[in-house]
Every structure is written in structure tokens, then in C-alpha cells.
């Protein structure tokens, strides 16, 4: 179990450098279409998920093995991050607080790293059982949900529009929502079903719960929902005039319930509600995007 912990650690580490690229690049490609960042971070979860690497010169990662697997062996364990300014702060904390004694032959890390495995192990756990009982709590809601048309339900217990389901996703919609709204908020659910996001959301949920003691992961989680959203967005107005705009955001505004706004089993927070009505009312170039996305994709290349 420790190998694997430690190869999650570094699979980890390598996902982090990415995660903090496409941060950066969400800053600078604001105008961008939210679509190249969510093929982004799709390049995130490649690398929670591949456990071997492919070195270049062109590579963001600049060590794809910062644990070594033996470091419970060394009679010196030390890491390698690639930055060798890092390496010279924190090997000598390491190397000092964690060499063994000249009158022993036990590693100190053989006891402290299947500790961290087994809080690894007992973190996913945790999450897993948060997640089932969730299901089952938003499951008993929908209950009495009424078959509208097609996969469409409405419930008197559903605040705001989502899409649940795995096999046949279904949209589920409040009650006393009139035809002209019913027809954008259909329109972005479908989006989500289309693009598979009830799919890539539990896969995304999968990876979190493997990596929880990641910050960085949580933080990507959020701004990849968010991301999810805004081409969802995107996508309903793609043609839409400023009218058409006004009235989106208005409905955002209308369905956001307990602060959350259309969404895919994640509820949008306020910060996220206050970024869609900016960007919605906004229309985008889309001329640029096969420029914007070829930018992308070349200053991430060689990040496998």
C-alpha cells in the first residue's frame, strides 16, 4: 500500500504543475471560449491518471518523480523536484529529521509513510461515504418528480435545474417555470448532456477522492465545474443578441435558489454565479478560438 501511496504522491505533484499552467492561462485567455479550458483540464486528469511520464525538453514538469520508491530505504531519503533551489532548502529538513540513527537499521519512514497511507486511505473513504449518502438524500427528494417529456422531470422539492444520472441522464425542473425560461434552461442541461459532463463530473469527483490531500485538486475541481458551465452558457447563446443575453442572466438570477444557478450535481457558489453574469452578458470573438487553443495546447505540450 505504500508504493502506491507514493506513486499517487508523485502522480499528484506532477498533476500540480498543470493545475497552476491552466490557472494561468485562465487568467491570461479570459476571452477565451470556455471549451479550450475544459479540453485543459481534461490534460489535468490525463496526469492524475498516468503513472509514467515521457520526458521533454519542452515539459512544464520539471521532476515526474519527486519521491523516489525507495526513500524508506535510504540511509539518506531525500526528494528530487527538479528545482534545485527547492531541493537545498527541504532535503536537509528531510535528510535530518528523518536518517536513521548509526545505532539502528529502521528508516523513520517506514513508519511514517504507511501511517500517511493509511490517513490516505481512510480521507477516501470518507468522501465516498459522503458522496452515497448525498445520492441517496437528493434521490429521496426527486421521489415524486413528474415526467414532463422525454428525459425532462419536474419536482416541487428541485430549487434549481440539474441533470442526474449516469446510463440515462435525466433534467429535473422546478415547477411553475414558464415556457420562454423552461426553453433556455432545457437548452443548457442538454448541453451538459451532450458534452458528457454527467459523465466527467463523477470521473473528476473519482480523481479528487484520489488525491484529496491535494489542495491544488480542490481548487481545480471548482474552477473545472465552473469552466463546465460557462461553455454550457456559451453554448445556448452562441448566436443570442444582447436582449437575449439580458434575459439569460435574469434567469440565472431567478433559479439560483440557495446561491446555486444551472449545474450538473455541483451547486455554483456566489462567486461563480457573480462570474457567469459577467461573462454571459459578453459576446465573444469566435474567430479566435482555434488561435487561443493552439496557444494552449503548445505552452502545455510535453506536460505528459
Known sequence: MSEIFLKIINMSISASYIVLAVLLLRLLLKKA???????????????????????????????SEVVSPD?????????????????????PVISGSFTPDPGTSANPLQLWIPTFAVIW????????IYTVI???????????AVLLRDNIYQSENVVSPFVLGIIKPKIYLPFNMNEKDMEHVVAHEMAHIRRKDH?????????LTLHW?????????????????????????LDADDTTR??????????????????TCL????????YRLKHIVKVRERWTGTLLLSIAMFLCSGVS
Open 33 to 63: 471560449p470556455k471549451w479550450i479550458m475544459v479540453i485543459l483540464w481534461g490534460i489535468v486528469a490525463v496526469r492524475l491518471v498516468c503513472p509514467f511520464s515521457i520526458e521533454s525538453v519542452l515539459s512544464l514538469i520539471p521532476s
Open 199 to 207: 459523465l466527467w463530473k463523477p470521473l473528476g469527483f473519482i480523481l
Open 246 to 263: 439580458k434575459q439569460y442572466a435574469v434567469l440565472l438570477l431567478d433559479t439560483a435558489g440557495d446561491e446555486r444557478g444551472f449545474t
Open 213 to 237: 490531500f491535494n489542495p491544488l485538486m480542490w481548487i481545480a475541481m471548482r474552477k473545472c465545474t465552473e469552466d463546465l458551465e460557462l461553455s454550457c452558457d456559451e453554448t445556448v447563446l
Open 71 to 91: 526513500i524508506m530505504m535510504d540511509r539518506t531519503p531525500e526528494i528530487n523536484t527538479g528545482i534545485p533551489i527547492i531541493n537545498q532548502v527541504i532535503n
Open 121 to 128: 486511505i481512510i480521507g477516501m473513504v470518507a468522501l465516498l
Open 267 to 274: 451547486s455554483a457558489a456566489a462567486e461563480t454565479m457573480r
Open 134 to 144: 448525498s445520492f441517496a438524500k437528493v434521490k429521496r427528494k426527486i421521489g415524486t
